[in-house]
Nanobody, 124 residues
Framework: QLRLVESGGGLVEPGGSLRLSCEGH????????VGWFRQAPGKEREVVAC????????HYADSVQDRFTISRDNAKSTMYLQMNDLKPEDTAVYYC?????????????????WGQGTQVTVSS
């Protein structure tokens, strides 16, 4: 059973950067397609970025394209989300997730394992 543990959230000013990490325990994270999702108050959970395991293809939401970068280090069983040029509208709880599929997966209901969530607040 895979367990995901997130870290790296916090408060940052607009234009700043944060890096989120998500470490997999119990099973090699390299076996899974992985992704980052976020949920703001009163809104539905939405995909932010995801990456496959068999091909390392990536997908980004239009709202974060060219600002966020998803990556993975299979040797460390860890995935990352580098977030640059953060905006107030990026404020949300961010979740990492893993899917037993190997291709890039962009829908939340195709993910089998979820992290606990980490708060990202962008405010001056």
């Amino acid at each position: 059973q895979l367990r995901l543990v997130e870290s790296g959230g916090g408060l940052v000013e607009p234009g700043g950067s944060l890096r989120l990490s998500c470490e997999g325990h119990g099973s090699p994270l390299g076996y899974y397609a992985v992704g980052w999702f976020r949920q703001a108050p009163g809104k539905e959970r939405e995909v932010v970025a995801c990456i496959g395991s068999s091909d390392n293809l990536t997908h980004y939401a239009d709202s974060v394209q060219d600002r966020f970068t998803i990556s993975r280090d299979n040797a460390k069983s860890t995935m990352y989300l580098q977030m640059n040029d953060l905006k107030p509208e990026d404020t949300a709880v961010y979740y990492c997730a893993a899917s037993s599929l190997t291709i890039v997966v962009i829908t939340a209901d195709m993910y089998d394992f979820w992290g606990q969530g980490t708060q990202v607040t962008v405010s001056s």
